[in-house]
């Protein structure tokens, strides 16, 4: 592995930009990911920062058990996140859809629709149980920048075909 | 000023080499204070230099067409437009020829943020035309008092030479210039309580919405270019002249680095206005004191 590669495993395990994405959450774990953010967690000295747009995201978190309406948004958002990317399930509802197992609205679990690398259990989980799943989720991306040159990356596991015009 | 000395100061110092380490020094001081004041750690040392690597090894959504190329073109005209105002900046004597043009800097100091209207525009994401939409209405704004404030400064001392400004003996106005100044820097680099352009989750992230990897990377490096030249402004007016050349760059550096504290003071106390309030505090409560300045310059300039 030469030098730049090296640099670049570093800088990905060194700054990990968030994208938060609620599909059908209660918002106990959107207020946990919040919380790993303030100064009592301070998720920022791992280099963490919350970005408001998904392409500028290298890891999206995604909290709730995925609705029938989440499903087409989730697969958009998760398309729109430049590579390499990871994924984080927060709580337990991505991960097995918790007590809403079986509900006729939902369409869960999260790893039916999109690759789910990190899942981080709890009801709510704890902010420093988030912030280990991030860190886990930042290292998978340098292994990953170990594995293949960076040129090699592909850019689109997208599912959904983006359209250009917004329709308001 | 021969061409060497030229090349070496828009290459060397305070040019290229010079400035994008102290984007990144300051853009980590501004995080880092921040974090500080508000009872966190903070982000490393090394983030922002992280941050560009990472951002230079992302993917970027594939572009075609006109506006494509342009979205590609607009971070780069505003880095080369932010470089090129730091490398004016007149930190080391020069001698005779070209020497820093004041109007020329404010021109290069405006062309990163026109870009960024631009580049919103052109992304053609409804929430990147929001946050151009923002931008120029918060230009418009600002602008005004940021001119007048430079004009007052430029006409009380007589030259629009921003190196013999430097040499020039300080007086009371150009204090009061260089106030108005430090009023229009948050707006001019999008910090709070002028936030509005770039409003984080409320419009996402504004212009920049679909910009993504090596494109992102140079709006962060055009941005912390940006607090460099606007910081080193400040710091060329304000400071005095001495003539040993090593102290007047430590004088330079130390000035800009209290700069950038402060702003991020003011940047962690306040919160993000809103764009009517923002439009009104520059054209109501800001614009009368640079009337008042540019009024008394004038009235001065016809009593000598």
């Known amino acids: 592995m030469n030098l730049w590669n090296r640099l670049m495993c570093y800088s990905r395990r060194r700054s990990p930009w968030l994208f938060h994405m609620n599909s059908g959450s209660c918002n106990g774990c959107d207020i946990e990911l919040i919380a790993s953010l303030t100064p009592r967690y301070d998720a920022e000295q791992l280099g963490v920062r919350l970005e408001g747009s998904p392409r500028h995201a290298d890891i999206l978190c995604i909290t709730g058990p995925v609705t029938h309406n989440a499903v087409n948004a989730v697969k958009t958002v998760y398309g729109q996140v430049c590579g390499p990317k990871a994924v984080v399930a927060i709580g337990s509802c991505p991960a097995t859809t918790n007590v809403f197992i079986d509900s006729r609205t939902l369409d869960g679990p999260l790893n039916r629709h999109i690759p789910v690398d990190v899942f981080v259990p709890g009801c709510p989980p704890r902010p420093d149980a988030i912030i280990q799943g991030i860190a886990a989720a930042a290292g998978i991306l340098a292994e990953r920048a170990a594995k293949k040159p960076v040129a090699e990356q592909t850019t689109e596991p997208a599912v959904v075909p983006e359209t250009s015009e917004v329709k308001l | ?304």
């Not at chain 2, 209405?137 to 190196?163: D, K, P, W």
């Open chain 2, 1 to 304: 000023m021969n061409l060497t000395t030229a090349l070496a100061r828009l290459l060397i110092f305070p040019g290229l080499l010079f400035a994008v380490p102290a984007a990144w020094f300051f853009l980590w001081v501004e995080r880092k204070s921040v974090a500080l004041m508000q009872g966190r750690i903070g982000p490393p040392f090394m983030q922002p230099f992280y941050d560009f690597i990472k951002l230079l090894g992302k993917s970027t959504p594939p572009r075609t067409g006109v506006a494509g190329t342009l979205m590609k073109a607009w971070p780069l005209i505003a880095v080369s437009a932010a470089a090129g105002a730091v490398g004016l900046l007149p930190v080391l004597p020069s001698f005779g020829g070209f020497e820093g043009d004041l109007i020329l800097l404010l021109a290069l100091l405006e062309l990163p943020s026109m870009c960024i209207i631009a580049a919103g525009f052109s992304s053609r994401s409804i929430f990147g035309e929001i946050g151009s939409a923002r931008e120029a209405v918060l230009g418009v704004s600002y602008n005004v008092v940021f001119l007048l404030a430079i004009v007052s400064i430029a006409a009380s001392q007589h030259t629009f030479r921003l190196e013999a400004l430097a040499l020039l003996p300080p007086s009371f106005l150009r204090y009061l210039g260089i106030a108005a100044i430090l009023i229009c820097l948050p707006a001019k680099l999008h910090i709070n309580p002028f936030s509005l352009p770039n409003a984080e989750q409320e419009i996402y992230s504004g212009p920049m919405t679909e910009y993504a990897g090596p494109e992102l990377a140079m709006w962060e490096l055009s941005h912390g270019l940006e607090w460099v030249a606007a910081t080193g402004l400040v710091a060329t007016l304000a400071g005095p002249h001495v003539t040993a050349w090593w102290l007047g760059v430590v004088i330079f550096v130390a000035l800009s680095f209290a700069v950038v504290i402060l702003l991020s003071a003011v940047a962690a106390a306040t919160a993000r206005l809103a764009i009517d309030t923002t439009v009104r505090f520059y054209w109501q409560c800001t614009l009368i004191f640079a009337v008042l300045a540019i009024s008394s310059v004038l009235f001065m300039r016809f009593r000598s």
